[in-house]
């Protein structure tokens, strides 16, 4: 009978396919829209360039140094960071233009008198105007203007009479043969320093990097915003698939098929194991849609397929839970369907799915987010490809999302035998 | 149309002999201050088609309902081939085959599909429900259709499939809601057919319907509910015979504003069934002479262009139960 009802669900769903494919083919057009607002088939996420302006008004030779430094095309490269730096040199104006235009991420300014000061031993600040139209990009300008000057400020208080030296020599128009003395001097005391300065004593190691010898067994990745967004895309869009399956429920009660299954012999039960079964089977789908397209489509690596498989039945489970309880509580399908999609709506953005969760209010991250199962789910997910988490992470959210699918199932089942017994539905 | 339900014919000795297969004794339920069904008793034997006649809102559904399980009653006793449904709802479902008053079909589904699902929900294993279904196809006549999807029925090949779908396990008892309602003639016909071959298989059949001429054609006994209340039943023949075996007069004319009630007479030998402005029906109280009556009425004060005897209809007999037209 099982066998009869899951077939018969499956029919009707393919002789009226357009909602099914609607809903599935929505993951899809989504996935393909932040896929590539966030850079198309980039293997791991990485930043596109990030232009900005350098506006030299000092014009001194420590300035035009500075600037020589910042200006060698993609500064790092391949040398220090992966971050495709793009600086221009601009007159103040035409840099504020294009800043207004959103051409530039940021303009950084070096003021008049910078070498003086700074070769004086006085207080120097760097100017940065940023891109209020922008997040990222400006802010990695400004911790990379932090990590100079911290630098400046090293030389500064280290090489304090040197630097006294240094401008005699500069403001005499640099006689090299004044300089000798002086780089003699200079590397002596680097020499002298190089004991407290290499190695290194205190380093950092990214999770998973293998090539350094990572410690979690290749497991996890560096962060990729993409996938990041597309796990919290995935429990959204199952919320909403899931209220579709199971509010076939709401028809079966319209076309009285549900009244006449009641006229039987049989239990309510085998009807609404099916329908979950059925949606859960649907879900299922979706999520391998969405998640395998990010993939097919856009190369995000998924690192714990296994985990994530998983978490992701766990969680269509109680999603089929969820909007079965909806269904059984409500049994008129028009009041359902507006509380359904507020539900949906509410759970997806208050569990993080739509925006990060460190964006949320502290009280809201400590006390609300973690009853959310949206949250159990997201937060568990981006933790394992992410965070390199293990099973002793995945294995017991997953357990608690399936034990909540499993009593919500049971409390639907109940509400639906109180209100037949009431004759609600007959 | 032929019928297809295999259980022998039960036409040894009279049906009346027979121990019935639903025995219903004062069953009542209300929906708060409406009492939809008050203290309804009948029976229904097999072989048997038992007739609810009523007009809507009488309570025929919600009877239905709380034997076939889907309501509650607050008051009464329901029993299926002698066993207390209350007891075993299981059991005495297994007996039953229900044609619920609305389509209750997936549309989507063809006519076969249909009918082989609902087979299978009542039990029947995969193979036997699809020899039934076509054999069940053939017997509706629908065997060209089998492979079309139910929503590009017309309204009267859908009634037929509603119908087949609760008898594929071949039930005992049938309940049928109102299953004519809404479709055109020809369609009904086919359908009073079927129904009418079932009482051959021996199955027992309860009928609900507000059509007069269906309770007349198809039902072996009628009982006339109207309010939630059993009004009368019995046979045909013995409803009508409420009214007195002579017959009804119906007389006709011109006599508008006229009171029957003041004419002198009329009231102390007969019953007034109806009068309009143009006609007068009325029963003979006692067992009398139609031809006395009939100068008795020719008699009255106002004059009548013409009188006729006639047997008493249904509808007469629901008109003088309720003291309304069940056609109204």
């Known amino acids: ?426 | 149309m032929t019928s297809v339900l295999s259980t022998p014919p039960g036409a040894a000795g009279s049906i009346a002999a027979m121990s019935p297969l639903l025995q219903v004794d004062h069953l009542s339920k209300a929906y708060g201050p409406v009492r939809a069904v008050e203290d309804i008793s009948f029976a229904v034997r097999p072989g048997e088609i038992y007739g609810l006649l009523g007009p809507n809102g009488a309570g025929k559904t919600t009877t239905i309902s709380m034997i076939c399980g889907l309501l509650q009653p607050d008051g009464g006793r329901i029993a299926v081939a002698g066993q207390a449904l209350a007891a075993d709802p299981q059991a005495a479902k297994r007996l039953m085959g229900v044609v619920p008053q609305e389509l209750a079909l997936y549309e989507e589904l063809s006519a076969a599909e249909n009918l082989e699902f609902w087979g299978r929900l009542a039990g029947l294993d995969r193979r036997t429900a699809r020899a039934r279904t076509a054999e069940m196809l053939a017997a509706l006549t629908l065997s060209d259709r089998a492979k079309d999807p139910v929503k590009t029925f017309s309204g009267g090949m859908k009634r037929r499939v509603n119908l087949g779908c609760a008898l594929l396990h071949r039930p005992r008892l049938i309940l049928l809601d109102e299953p004519t309602v809404g479709i055109d003639p020809q369609a009904r016909l086919n359908i009073l057919e079927f129904v009418h071959g079932l009482r051959a298989d021996g199955v027992g059949v309860l009928y609900t319907t507000h059509y007069l001429e269906e309770a007349e054609a198809l039902c072996d006994r009628i009982g006339i509910v109207d309010h939630g209340r059993m009004h009368a039943e019995g046979t045909l023949r013995e409803l009508q015979d409420r009214l007195g075996d002579q017959g009804i007069f119906v007389l006709e004319g011109a006599w508008a504003g006229a009171q029957p009630d003041t004419w002198p007479g009329l009231r102390e030998h007969y019953r007034v069934l109806s009068h309009t402005d143009r006609q007068l029906v009325v029963a003979a109280l006692s067992e009398r002479d139609p031809a006395d009556c009939l100068r008795e009425l020719l008699a009255l004060p106002v004059r009548a262009e013409n009188v006729t005897l006639k047997r008493p209809s249904l509808n007469d007999v629901f008109l003088q139960l309720t003291g309304r037209n069940l056609r109204e």
Not at chain 1, 369 to 397: D, K, N
Request: net charge positive.
């Open chain 1, 1 to 426: 009978m099982f066998r009869a009802l899951l077939a018969k669900d499956f029919a009707r769903a393919r002789r009226n396919p357009l909602p099914w494919v609607i809903f599935l083919l929505a993951p899809l057009c989504v996935a393909g829209i932040i896929g590539f607002a966030f850079g198309g088939g980039a293997k791991e996420q990485k930043i596109s360039r990030i232009r900005f302006a350098l506006v030299d008004e000092d014009n001194t030779i420590v300035s035009r140094f500075l600037r020589g430094g910042l200006n060698q095309g993609n500064l790092g490269g391949e040398r220090r960071s992966e971050v495709p730096l793009e600086p221009v040199l601009l007159e103040r104006g035409p840099a504020l233009a294009q800043l207004d235009d959103n051409q530039l991420s940021a303009v950084v300014i070096i003021p008049a008198g910078f070498s003086s000061d700074f070769l004086d031993g006085k207080k120097v600040t760097l100017g940065l105007i940023k891109n209020p139209a922008e997040s990222i990009k400006p802010t990695i300008i400004e911790e990379g203007l932090g990590i100079l000057t911290a630098g400046l400020d090293g030389l500064a208080r280290n090489f304090a009479p040197d630097l006294a030296e240094w401008r005699k020599v500069l403001e005499g128009d640099a006689d090299l043969e004044q300089a000798g003395p002086l780089l003699t001097q200079l590397g002596r005391k680097l020499r002298s320093l190089e004991s407290f300065l290499n190695p290194p004593l205190v380093g950092y190691k990214k999770p998973g990097d293998a090539a350094t010898g990572g410690g979690t067994g290749g497991r996890g990745s560096g962060f990729n915003l993409f996938g990041h967004l597309l796990l919290g895309m995935a429990a959204m869009f199952l919320l909403f698939l899931g209220g579709l399956g199971l509010g076939d429920l709401h028809r079966e009660i319209q076309l009285r098929t549900l009244a006449r299954y009641q006229t039987l012999h049989v239990s309510l039960t085998p009807f609404l194991a099916a329908k979950v079964v059925f949606t859960g089977l649907m879900l299922v789908l979706c999520a391998v849609i969405i998640l395998g397209s990010g993939m097919a489509a856009f190369g995000v690596r998924w690192h714990q397929p296994l985990a994530l498989g998983v978490l992701t039945v766990a969680y269509a489970l109680f999603v089929a839970g969820l909007m079965t309880v909806l269904v059984a509580w409500i049994p008129d399908e028009r009041k359902a369907d507006p509380i359904r999609s507020m539900v949906s709506i509410v759970l997806g953005m208050a569990g993080g799915c739509a925006f990060p969760a460190e964006m949320l209010p502290l009280f809201f991250r400590t006390h609300v987010m973690p009853l959310l199962p949206t949250h159990w789910y997201t937060s568990t997910a981006r933790a394992v490809e992410y965070g390199g988490a293990g099973p002793g992470a995945w294995a017991p959210a997953a357990l608690q999302l399936a034990l909540l699918g499993a009593a919500l199932l049971a409390l639907a089942a109940w509400l639906f035998r109180r209100q037949f017994a009431k004759g609600g539905r007959a």
